[in-house]
């Protein structure tokens, strides 16, 4: 049986924060082109990466009980900010959005805070004239949410950082891993967004274990409230 992974689907993958001031388009990249790395099984795949993390951390920054990433290139990614100093000139809402692409905004930061994989102790960030929000909740990791809706938007690595899955052959430092949740609803049920793996199993919590390993706990199952 061939272990080569289909072509990946190149339609663009559009999100953002509840209150749109910040809205993002994922656009992947053409098979080869995209990058490939390794599963936890060994077989090859392709980005989109997607893992449910269990890890403190993301429970405390998100609260949530878990979280689901959205791992691709940083390349991939392009953003759609919301001015929130427009111009008395401005005669349309199209002119009050700025587009930044993924890597060019990270470059911005760490331009104006060049020391920051080292000081994760720093004060909270916002991109200009904008409510994205940056935090660094660890050494060279920095997360980012909206300032007025508080959603949650990606993390990334700013330093030397490989992760903890040694097997990967691409640099989280080369990724955007953004919240699951904050994709259009319309593409929660395509096969390239569905979960691969349950990372930081160990610090999942006692109901959220018995669920995924025996289908127990997750108490009583509601359509609506």
Not at 176 to 203: C, I, N, Y
Request: contains cysteine.
């Amino acid at each position: 049986m061939s272990t080569t992974p289909p072509p990946p689907d190149p339609t663009p993958i559009p999100g953002g924060a509840h209150c749109k001031s910040i809205r993002y388009t994922v656009q992947p990249a053409p098979y080869p082109a995209t990058p490939s790395t390794m599963d936890p099984t060994g077989a090859p795949t392709h980005f989109p990466a997607i893992d449910v993390c269990h890890c403190n951390t993301c429970r405390s920054i998100t609260t949530a009980v878990f979280n689901t990433w959205l791992g691709i290139p940083i390349s991939w990614v392009s953003f759609h900010l919301r001015n929130t100093t427009p111009s008395s000139s401005s005669s349309s809402e199209d002119e009050t959005i700025m587009e930044v692409d993924g890597q060019s905004l990270l470059d911005q930061y760490l331009v104006a805070n060049p020391r920051h994989p080292r000081q994760p102790e720093q004060d909270v960030v916002r991109y200009p004239e904008s409510t994205l929000t940056y935090y660094s909740t660890s050494e060279g990791v920095l997360r980012s949410h909206c300032g007025k809706c508080g959603t949650g938007i990606f993390f990334v690595a700013t330093g030397d950082v490989e992760g903890s899955r040694r097997e990967m052959e691409w640099k989280v430092r080369d990724m955007v891993h953004l919240l699951w949740g904050t994709m259009d609803r319309a593409h929660f049920e395509e096969e390239r967004v569905q979960p691969k793996v349950h990372s930081w199993f160990g610090d999942a919590v006692g109901f959220v274990k018995r669920g995924v390993k025996d289908g127990e706990g997750w108490g009583e199952l509601r359509a609506e409230w």
